[in-house]
C-alpha cells in the first residue's frame, strides 16, 4: 500500500466525502434490501452495568508519593445505534450516554483512573458524559462524524477503566472489495477514561499534540481467509509518521500473528527526532481446554515506541501494566489459557502470562526531545529511561459469565497483576487488584 504525506493531512475528512460519494452507485442488486432496513426497525438500545474496583499497592515510592491508590466505582454506559433511512445513500445515527459513581475514594488514595479528581486531589462524587455519531452508508461504505470509539492499530480508543475512551471526528469503512476491509480517518478531540469532555490534545509517552490531530489510512487484508493481514499508516500532526504492517494465520489450533510498526518524526517534529521500528512475533497453539502461548518482542530505536490512544498498539507484549516498549528493548513471554466448560463448569476461564524484559538503554534519546527533557533545576537533561533497564509482570485472571436464566451475561473478572522494575527502567514496583462485575441489559429494536 502506498500513500503520501498529503493523504494523512487535514483535507482528509474532505476526501472522506468524496470516497463516500463516489460509492453511492456501485450496489449491488442484493443490497437494497439491506439499506431499506430503516432507521427504527435496524435500531438497538443497551444498558452496560459495570461495578469497578481498582487497588494499586506500590512497593516503590509512587510518582504521588502515595502509599496506594483505591477507588471503587459504578458506572452505567448506554448506547444506542440506528439504522439507516432506505434509499442509495442512508442515514443514520450512534449516541452514547456515561453516568459515573463512586463508592468508595478518598483523597489519601485518589487517581486510579476510574474516576476525576479535582483540584485538591479528591475523587469526585459523579461524572457524566455523551455523545454522538451521524453516520452515512452507500453500498457497503460508511462514514462516520462525531464522537465516537475508534478501533485500528495506530490509533485505538481503550476501555480500560469505568468508561470508555472516546475520539471526535471522521471515519470511513469501505466493505465494497470482498475480503477486504479499507479505514480511513481523521480525529481532532480526544475523550479520556476519566473525564466528562473531549478535549484537543493527544498524548503518548512523550508526544504531545494540541493542533490538528491524528490522520491514519488503512486496509484490513484477506478477512475472510486463514492467512491475513493489515497495512497502515497514520499522522500525528507536527509530531511523527507511523507505519504498521501486521500478517497472521488462523488453522483449528494454531494462531500465529506477526506486527511491525515504523515511526519517524514530521514537521515540527514535537516530541523529538524519532527513528523508531518495533516489532512482535506470537504463536498460539490450543489443545482440548488449554491454550499455549509463546511471543517475542524488540524495540529498535533511541527512543520509545510512542503511540497517542490507550489500547493504540497490537505488539504481542502489551498487557495489563506494563507496553515493554522502552529504547531497545527485548521481551519474551509466556502465556497459559484453561477454559473450564471443558470441566463441566462452561462460562469459567483462567489466564496467566509472564513476560520479561531487558537491554533497555535511553540515554542515547535525541537531547532536549520529549523522551530526553532539559530539567532547569539541575541544568541537566533527564532521560526517561536509563542504560540497563530491565523489569518483569506477571498478570493472573479468573473470569466467570452466566450462561443461561436472567442473569445471563453477568460476568465477573478477579485479576491480579504484579510489576517489577529496576530504576533503570523507571517503572512502579506495584501489585494491582481489579474487581470487574458487568451486566449487559439489551433492549433490542426500537
Known sequence: MKCSSQDL????PFLLLVLVAGTAGTARANEPA???????DGSALSVLSRNFYLNSDYRSPSPADKNYKQEWAQGFIGTFESGFTPGTMGVGLDAHAFLGLKLDGGKGHSGTGLLPVDADGRSEDNYSSGGGAVKVRASRTTLAFGEMLVETPVFDTA???LQPEYATGFLLNSHEIDGMNLVAGHFTAFKNQDSSSGKDNFFGYGANTEAGGISFLGADLFTQSPVGGALYASELTDTWHQYYANLHLKQSSVFLDANVYHTRDTGQALAGPIDNTAS?????????AHAFTLAWQKINGDTPFDFVGGDSIYLANSIKYADFNGAHERSWQARYDLDLATYGIPGLSFMTRYVTGSQIDGTHAPQGGAYNPFDETTGEFVPQQGDGGRHWERDIDLRYVVQSGSAKGLSLQLSHVSHRANTAQAGDDIDRVYVVIQYPLSFGHL
Open 34 to 40: 439491506e439499506n431499506a432496513e430503516g432507521f427504527l
Open 280 to 288: 512482535s512475533l506470537s504463536g498460539k497453539y490450543t489443545l482440548g
Open 159 to 161: 476501555d480500560k477503566r
Open 9 to 12: 493531512k487535514p483535507g482528509v
